[in-house]
């Protein structure tokens, strides 16, 4: 199993592709470790993600220094709400992913590959000297699935850990135990999608299974990485109360409690475009459901009511953190606490 060790960079169709980490080689075929679809591949296949290919019996990365987005992001858009609240995170994206969500958002270069988009050429280093140029506090690794730019978010990640640069990524949780492992010591903050409590929902809405990303969330959170979760409710997939109920239970019952949970509203978009947008009654009985459940900080995204955005101290309630939209407009913690009880709030605040 290749790893880490001995990278070999060649030049295929005139384009440098780095040697990828995870994968172990079976005679003409590689078996590719990095998530759980665990592709097996032919000489000159790619995987299911669009960015990994057998060439020659090596698995070489397609995704590497050849970003196709970079922006500057409020953090609280990935949403992290309980991680340097007001700061900005200088995101950055490759084409893939290794979900086939039918409600993508970003579908036009996640359901790509980096050798069918028009990309930019930038080196790890390029990308912590932007950063430090544009005084980002944070690194988000976002919009598509970091996972599938695993080897290029790694490299980048320990060069801003080396910086005192924050690393943050925002995932779909699909990715196996061992590179999660390698890579946690450089994350300081992730934002895992949790699509559904149900193996059906993640087969036919988003071409993965739930197991895994459940426990992606319990290494996470043994390993100490600030954690916060976002579930779209999507109308027919992911509404019904009961799986709500199911998800909300989970996590209290596993120690989440404390970690911010958001939903966010669906809007009809790739191959759900019949669908309609979620009734806002959803995205309240959802809250409900999830407070009552016991957790304690719990979120409402893609609404225009800015009220559940805000942040509340689960002990006297009093208003912590005044949002509107991605601006924070109030912040009263102090010393990681609620200044009117002393109650602790659970984040990452300086």
């Known amino acids: 199993m290749n790893q880490f060790t001995d990278r070999t960079t060649i030049h295929d169709e005139s384009t440098a592709y780095k040697e990828a980490f995870f994968y172990a080689s079976m005679g003409d075929e590689v078996r590719c470790g990095l998530c759980p679809h665990n592709c097996l591949l032919p000489e000159g296949h790619i995987g299911l993600c669009r960015t990994r290919k057998n060439i020659r019996g090596k698995l070489y990365t397609l995704a590497y220094g050849n970003p196709c987005a970079i922006n500057i992001d409020p953090i609280e858009k990935k949403p992290l709400y309980h991680f340097l609240p007001g700061s900005e995170a200088f995101s950055i994206a490759t084409a893939g992913c290794n979900f086939t969500c039918l409600n993508c958002q970003n579908y036009h270069i996640s359901q790509k590959s980096p050798i069918d988009i028009i990309t930019t050429n930038v080196s790890p280093e390029t990308i912590i000297k932007k950063c430090r140029e544009a005084n980002c506090k944070a690194i988000a690794y976002t919009y598509t699935e970091p996972t599938v730019f695993y080897e290029y978010m790694y490299d980048i990640a320990q060069l801003a850990h080396e910086e005192g640069i924050r690393n943050v990524m925002i995932s779909n949780g699909y990715i196996n135990p061992g590179p999660l492992k390698k890579l946690i010591p450089l994350l300081d903050a992730v934002n895992i999608d949790l699509k559904a409590m149900d193996e059906e929902v993640y087969k036919n809405l988003n071409g993965g299974s739930l197991k895994p990303v459940l426990h992606t969330l319990k290494i996470l959170k043994d390993m100490g990485v600030w954690i916060e979760i976002t579930n779209l409710l999507v109308p027919g997939y992911s509404t019904h109360p009961d799986l709500m109920q199911q ?104």
């Open 247 to 350: 998800m909300c239970k989970w996590l209290v019952i596993n120690g989440f409690s404390e970690y911010p949970l958001h939903f966010s509203r669906f809007f009809p978009t790739y191959r759900l475009k019949h669908l309609s947008s979620t009734p806002i009654a959803t995205l309240k009985l959802a809250r409900d459901i999830a407070l009552q459940t016991g957790l304690k900080y719990v979120y409402l995204g893609n609404i225009s009511e800015s009220e559940h955005s805000n942040t509340y101290c689960p002990k006297c309630k009093k208003l912590l953190i005044e949002r509107m939209g991605y601006l924070v407009r109030q912040m009263h913690i102090i010393d990681g606490k609620c200044p009117n009880c002393a109650h602790p709030i659970a984040g990452v605040w300086n």
